[in-house]
């Protein structure tokens, strides 16, 4: 079946650093990924919608310079967390679903647990 | 009010047991229905669709209530590895994409 694989799956780091988070499709193609964020006990939320070869679309409340999204390729976006502190530690998570298959549900990458000292 | 609502739980059920868990959502125009299992710590898993006829995965049953705006999941003769919080999810077009809702959750705890 399709895979979607995320990495890093873990990341603890200084507050101020940029962290990049990767969601590649392994075998099929995306026009569109997406990205969520989960804090404990709480929902997944999503954050932006990649698009291949154009802007990110964000949600409402999420600051596109501080997520800073590309999607290069039919199957790699990224996700820089730039200047990251404490607040932005989370659970990331991207999905994909083929392309063209709109009806299909998504599948997840295993997630990067981001943790800000 | 939350788009996706669903009762935290957690259930404690012994093995065997039948529980029921259930989802109201808000949008009446979400157009896709899913239950995700999500472990500690990992990645939600799609468990099942769930359409307005009901639909039977082994000892799973969905049902969709669209006028209601209820979504129920039943699981039958729960086993240990039953243990997940099961994720209520639906799907609003917006934006010029289909977008995942996701509820907070419902936590199963089965024990022997």
């Known amino acids: 079946g399709a895979v979607v694989s995320q990495h890093p799956s873990w990341v603890i780091c200084k507050s101020g650093t940029s962290v990049k988070i990767e969601c590649r499709s392994l075998?099929?193609?995306?026009?569109?990924m997406f990205w969520y964020r989960q804090f404990p006990k709480q929902s997944l939320m999503l954050m932006a919608t990649?698009?291949?070869?154009?802007?990110?679309?964000?949600e409402q409340g999420v600051e596109k310079d501080k997520f800073l999204i590309n999607h290069a390729s039919l199957t790699l976006s990224t996700l820089t967390v730039t200047s990251a502190h404490p607040e932005d530690s989370s659970f990331y998570i991207c999905?994909?679903?083929?392309?063209?298959?709109?009806?299909?549900?998504?599948?997840f990458g295993d997630g990067t647990r981001l943790s800000i000292l | 009010r939350k788009e996706v609502e669903q009762d935290p739980g957690p259930f404690n059920v012994p093995e065997g047991a039948t529980v029921a868990f259930n989802c109201t959502y808000s949008n009446s125009a979400s157009q896709s229905f899913f239950w995700y299992r999500q472990d500690c710590r990992k990645e939600p898993k799609l468990l099942m669709s769930?359409?307005?006829s009901g639909n039977e995965d082994g000892r799973f049953t969905a049902q969709l209530n669209r006028a209601s705006q209820y979504i129920s999941l039943l699981i039958r003769d729960s086993k240990l590895s039953d243990s997940a919080t099961y994720l209520c999810?639906?799907?609003?077009?917006?934006?010029?994409?289909?977008?995942?809702?996701f509820g907070a959750g419902t936590r199963l705890a089965v024990h022997p």
């Open positions: 999905s994909a679903r083929p392309r063209d298959r709109e009806n299909q549900p998504q599948h």
């Open positions: 075998d099929f193609q995306a026009t569109t």
């Open positions: 999810v639906v799907t609003v077009f917006s934006g010029g994409y289909n977008k995942l809702i």
């Open positions: 769930v359409y307005s």
């Open positions: 990649s698009n291949e070869g154009s802007k990110a679309t964000y």
